[in-house]
Structure formats: structure tokens, C-alpha cells
Nanobody, 114 residues
Framework: QVPLVENGGGLVQAGGSLRLSCAAS????????MGWYRQAPGKQRELVAK???????NYTDSVKGRFTISRDNAKNTVYLQMNSLKPDDSAVYYCNRVTIPWVWGQGTQVTVSS
């Protein structure tokens, strides 16, 4: 298992931006397809963005054009830049390997006020 540590969440007004980071130790993230997930209260966890080992990215429709997933291989870190945030984006955000998830980290809370 790989310990995942998510950071960067917070409280922001609608229209604002946040940048989340996901760091791991004990493995090289760039060789995996990594994803950012979110889970709002009472809802299932959903995959919102993923980045393949080759660098290609994919987004769920609700965040296309607003969120950008990227990685810094030197820092072994995956990022999620979130712009034009909406109250519906409020959730706990997690990162994990997409194919076979590792143990889930604590996540980072994102709260968007209207």
C-alpha cells in the first residue's frame, strides 16, 4: 500500500480557485494512471479527473474547462487546479490510483460558498 497525502483544500467563494496536491512515498506515481475523486455528503465517491502515465488527461463533464490535473514527476506529486469553483464542487477530494486503488487517504475538504 502507498500512503497518499492530499492537501490544498479550503473555503472559497464561488468563482474562486484552489490547487490541490497529492504526494506519495514508496512508489513512483508517474507510472500509474492517477485520479482525483470527490465525495460530497450523502453521495458516492466520483472520479472527476485522471492523468495517464503518458500524460493524457480526462475529465468528467461537470468539471471540463474548469479543472486541470497535472503531475510533477520530480516531486512525485499530482495536482488538481480548480478554477471557477461552484457550490456543487464542495466535497472531500481524494487522489488515488485509478485501476486498483490503494488505501484511501484522509482527503482534503473543499467548501465553496455561494
Amino acid at each position: 500500500q502507498v500512503p497518499l497525502v492530499e492537501n490544498g483544500g479550503g473555503l472559497v467563494q464561488a468563482g474562486g480557485s484552489l490547487r490541490l496536491s497529492c504526494a506519495a512515498s514508496g512508489t513512483i506515481l508517474r507510472i500509474y494512471t492517477m485520479g482525483w475523486y470527490r465525495q460530497a455528503p450523502g453521495k458516492q465517491r466520483e472520479l472527476v479527473a485522471k492523468i495517464f502515465s503518458g500524460g493524457m488527461t480526462n475529465y468528467t463533464d461537470s468539471v471540463k474547462g474548469r479543472f486541470t490535473i497535472s503531475r510533477d514527476n520530480a516531486k512525485n506529486t499530482v495536482y488538481l487546479q480548480m478554477n471557477s469553483l461552484k457550490p456543487d464542487d464542495s466535497a472531500v477530494y481524494y487522489c488515488n490510483r485509478v485501476t486498483i486503488p490503494w488505501v484511501w487517504g484522509q482527503g482534503t475538504q473543499v467548501t465553496v460558498s455561494s
